[in-house]
């Protein structure tokens, strides 16, 4: 798992092909903490059409993940004539612990038709920093986990991105700090990781003047950050490369910067599960 274990990689060549055929090949560029590979590399269903997304404001900032996520499926054409039924739970600045699992994974406390097939959970950005909030964290994703999954679903954990450098609490090492967490968290749990944060590293470490969070505080993503979150998510759940998906969000990202976010995403989830992109999510 080059990828992890050796530092931040990049592609020889970004190419606009639509779909890959393999693993491309990687060079290390970075000294980065050495991380743990993702135990759970593929879900059961390979075409999840009922996703409840539980998280807080870096989940609703830019119209909200899951609608950006839901028309890249549409757009795609992975469910053929199904529709995606997605809902999003969300309270600003909520960690894991805070949110009333057990009512909204109740399809019908949502108004949601079919049960949910997936729970994507995402925690505080801060949740690896400290021991104690570390903890905290675990405790909530164990207690979650068993609630998702005696409703039938299953747990997801969407690893949250780094600060930017402006952020009074950046450090170098906090994408790799909660890359360990997630893993080692879902590992434990027998959960799947969305490594939305080691894309956000490897987008910047390729176009450093890409702005991927929200000036004013260096914390939210901004709307190219939500939608390589969005790429990210598609690729990790669907198994289908997002390169050359004609989603834009009705033409406000730009043809050059959705393709080069699609491929981020797509080099950063073959890497990270060691999987080409036409193999079943």
């Not at 590399?41 to 009922?50: F, I, M, N, S, V």
């Amino acid at each position: 798992m080059a990828f992890l274990r050796a530092g931040l990689l990049v592609l020889s060549a970004v190419t606009a092909m639509p779909f890959a055929t393999g693993c491309a090949p990687l060079a290390a560029q970075t000294a980065a903490e050495a991380l743990p590979a993702s135990a759970v590399r593929q879900l059961d269903e390979a075409k999840p059409q009922t996703i409840l997304f539980v998280g807080n404001s870096y989940f609703y900032y830019n119209d909200s993940l899951h609608n950006h996520v839901q028309r890249m499926v549409v757009a795609s054409g992975v469910l053929g004539d199904a529709e995606p039924s997605y809902k999003s739970a969300t309270i600003g600045g909520a960690a894991l612990r805070d949110h009333a699992v057990s009512h909204l994974v109740d399809h019908a406390n949502l108004r949601v038709d079919d049960p949910f097939e997936l729970v994507i959970l995402q925690g505080i950005s801060s949740a690896a920093l400290t021991e104690e909030s570390r903890k905290r964290f675990n405790e909530a994703a164990t207690k979650h986990a068993a609630t998702i999954r005696a409703t039938g679903a299953k747990p997801v954990f969407y690893m949250t991105p780094a600060y930017a450098p402006a952020h009074r609490r950046y450090s170098p090492d906090m994408t790799a700090q909660t890359a360990r967490l997630y893993i080692d968290t879902a590992n434990r749990l027998d959960a799947m990781v969305i490594p939305v944060g080691l894309a956000f590293e490897e987008a910047l470490r390729r176009r450093p003047d890409i702005v991927l969070h929200k000036p004013f505080d260096s914390s939210h993503p901004s709307m190219l950050g939500t939608y390589l979150a969005a790429a990210t998510v598609f690729a990790t759940l669907y198994g289908q490369s997002p390169v050359g998906n004609p989603y834009d969000y009705f033409g406000a990202v730009s043809a050059e910067d959705a393709l080069f976010l699609q491929q981020v995403a797509q080099d950063t989830v073959s890497s990270f599960f060691e999987r080409t992109a036409n193999d079943p999510a």
